[in-house]
């Protein structure tokens, strides 16, 4: 077993790449809140291949859970010793195999709290990653302002010495060390979201600030919040998934876990207390995130949201068979030249060109083919930030705006009918649709549509080339269906 051949040999037998060094050596220089897929696919990746080249042995990983629903990972990994077999999937059908040991040291919150602060003030401790999920910073997405009524957050900040939230024990973990003199840190967000070290410096400074002002003045000095940019495609594993991945790596893993071949990680230089030479195996650090953020959400993310409607209609189920038609596929690309590219300034060294080629093929990647139906999840949250920045500049710009006008009537038809163009039935998962954008979508007035919350950034009503294509999309699209729409869409 695996368990069995780790714990004895400190190396499983698997093709590929097995940990080539020594585990016993390594100290923990960085916790990690959040253990899941994506960071073991990520972050854990490239400091396993670090420590693999002879990096510094002080930056070994500790992995904190804090959710219940941690707990079955948090067993897995634990009983083996926090290692676990990485599959990379590549885009020619070949997979390669890794396992990955910088995972040193485990933690779970709801039954050892106590292990969780220590590791946070821990004076070896010099940088604090998370991956909380992008709506796990408690921002209103109104106000933007952090929520310090919901239950548990009004919990942690009556209970200092008892937390329940990454917040609580975040600011338990500082002021430990603060009182010890255990020196700064750097707090770095993995989470898919842009500015994602603002939003967590605004998160954790807010409640921070309301229970315990002092520390908040102690944590402005000593803490630091670099931007990052991550990506990579990393799918969720299932039973079956499991049994699969063991049989291909020889390994009898309880944790495997399996992703695309691209990775990207782009972080601002902003280390107060020192970081891994992350450079050494292809992290790039550059004094400002934005460019690359804006490439990323404008190509990928934009592109995912431009297919995710559209190619739902069309009865396409995973990403892979979407873009494996021809049709969607010159039309991402037609979005990507025409409409979103002229402005994505290529940041740093990128060759733009290859960039939206590579996008392609890893949407095309059947190893690790996403669900539509999660593209299409909460479009209300992503359009305004994925999709509203291009059109507005569009709009402005006089372009020719027949993909966006085509992208927003799908979208109107996807929420409003309940049935795709094979006449199968699906539910909308819209999670933050107000009941004025549900009235909206109910009008038989197409115009009204354009009100709706994801649009508000923009008059859309007032671009009269935009509605006038709009329009026409809206009835083509009822008349004749998405797809041979979408065929006059791409004519040459």
């Given at each position: 077993m695996m368990k069995k051949e780790l714990k004895r040999q400190g190396k499983a037998k698997i093709p590929g790449a097995p940990v080539p060094y020594d585990r016993t050596t390594i100290q923990t220089g960085i916790v990690h809140i959040g253990v899941g897929n994506f960071h073991r696919a990520h972050e854990e990746f490239y400091t396993n291949q670090l420590l693999g080249m002879g990096g510094r042995d002080e930056w070994g990983i500790s992995g904190v859970a804090l959710l219940p629903q941690d707990e079955p990972l948090y067993k897995a990994l634990k009983s083996q010793d926090g290692l676990y077999t990485l599959t990379v999937c590549g885009r020619d059908g070949k997979d390669e195999f890794y396992e990955i040991g910088s995972l040193v040291d485990l933690a779970w919150g709801p039954k050892d709290p106590e292990k969780v602060i220590d590791r946070i003030a821990d004076p070896r401790t010099k940088i604090i990653t998370l991956t909380i999920t992008e709506g796990g910073y408690n921002l209103d997405k109104e106000t933007g302002e952090f929520t310090l009524s919901s239950k548990d957050v009004k919990h942690d900040l009556e209970h200092p010495g008892h937390p329940r939230t990454v917040f609580g024990f975040m600011t338990a973990g500082l002021r430990k060390r603060s009182q010890n003199g255990a020196g700064p840190?750097?707090?770095?967000?993995?989470?898919?979201?842009?500015?994602?070290?603002?939003?967590?410096?605004?998160?954790?400074?807010?409640?921070?600030?309301?229970?315990?002002?002092?520390?908040?003045?102690?944590?402005?000095?000593?803490?630091?919040?670099?931007?990052?940019?991550?990506?990579?495609?990393?799918?969720?594993?299932?039973?079956d998934d499991v049994k699969r991945l063991d049989v291909q790596s020889g390994v009898e893993d309880a944790a495997p876990v399996y992703s695309e071949d691209f990775i990207q990680w782009v972080i601002e230089d902003d280390f107060i207390a020192g970081r891994p030479d992350w450079e050494t195996v292809g992290v790039e650090f550059t004094d400002d995130v934005s460019a690359y953020e804006n490439m990323k959400l404008s190509l990928l993310n934009a592109s995912h949201s431009l297919l995710s409607y559209p190619a739902f209609l069309a009865g396409y189920r995973r990403v892979d068979e979407a873009v494996g038609d021809e049709r969607f596929a010159r039309y991402l690309r037609l979005f990507m030249d025409r409409d979103a590219g002229p402005y994505v300034p290529p940041p740093g060294n990128t060759d733009l060109e290859l960039y939206k080629k590579t996008l392609l093929e890893r949407f095309s990647n059947k190893a690790v083919s996403d669900q539509i139906s999660r593209l299409c999840f909460d479009g209300v949250s992503k359009i305004p930030v994925y999709v509203m920045p291009v059109l507005t500049k569009m709009i402005r710009d006089g372009a020719d705006l027949e993909r966006l006008a085509f992208f927003v009537a799908a979208y109107r038809h996807y929420l409003k009918h309940g049935k795709d163009d094979r006449g199968n039935a699906y539910e909308v998962n819209e999670p933050w649709l107000t009941k004025e954008d549900r009235k909206l979508i109910a009008s038989g007035d197409p115009l009204d549509f354009l009100a709706l919350s994801p649009f508000r950034s923009t008059d859309l009503k007032a671009a009269d080339k935009f509605v006038s294509q709009y329009l026409s999309m809206v009835e083509n699209i009822e008349k004749e269906g998405v797809l041979p729409v979408l065929e006059k869409l791409i004519l040459p």
């Amino acid at each position: 077993m695996m368990k069995k051949e780790l714990k004895r040999q400190g190396k499983a037998k698997i093709p590929g790449a097995p940990v080539p060094y020594d585990r016993t050596t390594i100290q923990t220089g960085i916790v990690h809140i959040g253990v899941g897929n994506f960071h073991r696919a990520h972050e854990e990746f490239y400091t396993n291949q670090l420590l693999g080249m002879g990096g510094r042995d002080e930056w070994g990983i500790s992995g904190v859970a804090l959710l219940p629903q941690d707990e079955p990972l948090y067993k897995a990994l634990k009983s083996q010793d926090g290692l676990y077999t990485l599959t990379v999937c590549g885009r020619d059908g070949k997979d390669e195999f890794y396992e990955i040991g910088s995972l040193v040291d485990l933690a779970w919150g709801p039954k050892d709290p106590e292990k969780v602060i220590d590791r946070i003030a821990d004076p070896r401790t010099k940088i604090i990653t998370l991956t909380i999920t992008e709506g796990g910073y408690n921002l209103d997405k109104e106000t933007g302002e952090f929520t310090l009524s919901s239950k548990d957050v009004k919990h942690d900040l009556e209970h200092p010495g008892h937390p329940r939230t990454v917040f609580g024990f975040m600011t338990a973990g500082l002021r430990k060390r603060s009182q010890n003199g255990a020196g700064p840190v750097t707090v770095l967000s993995c989470d898919n979201l842009q500015h994602n070290g603002d939003t967590a410096r605004k998160a954790f400074a807010s409640f921070i600030g309301a229970q315990d002002p002092g520390l908040a003045q102690w944590v402005k000095k000593n803490v630091t919040f670099p931007n990052s940019m991550v990506d990579r495609i990393t799918p969720a594993v299932t039973p079956d998934d499991v049994k699969r991945l063991d049989v291909q790596s020889g390994v009898e893993d309880a944790a495997p876990v399996y992703s695309e071949d691209f990775i990207q990680w782009v972080i601002e230089d902003d280390f107060i207390a020192g970081r891994p030479d992350w450079e050494t195996v292809g992290v790039e650090f550059t004094d400002d995130v934005s460019a690359y953020e804006n490439m990323k959400l404008s190509l990928l993310n934009a592109s995912h949201s431009l297919l995710s409607y559209p190619a739902f209609l069309a009865g396409y189920r995973r990403v892979d068979e979407a873009v494996g038609d021809e049709r969607f596929a010159r039309y991402l690309r037609l979005f990507m030249d025409r409409d979103a590219g002229p402005y994505v300034p290529p940041p740093g060294n990128t060759d733009l060109e290859l960039y939206k080629k590579t996008l392609l093929e890893r949407f095309s990647n059947k190893a690790v083919s996403d669900q539509i139906s999660r593209l299409c999840f909460d479009g209300v949250s992503k359009i305004p930030v994925y999709v509203m920045p291009v059109l507005t500049k569009m709009i402005r710009d006089g372009a020719d705006l027949e993909r966006l006008a085509f992208f927003v009537a799908a979208y109107r038809h996807y929420l409003k009918h309940g049935k795709d163009d094979r006449g199968n039935a699906y539910e909308v998962n819209e999670p933050w649709l107000t009941k004025e954008d549900r009235k909206l979508i109910a009008s038989g007035d197409p115009l009204d549509f354009l009100a709706l919350s994801p649009f508000r950034s923009t008059d859309l009503k007032a671009a009269d080339k935009f509605v006038s294509q709009y329009l026409s999309m809206v009835e083509n699209i009822e008349k004749e269906g998405v797809l041979p729409v979408l065929e006059k869409l791409i004519l040459p």
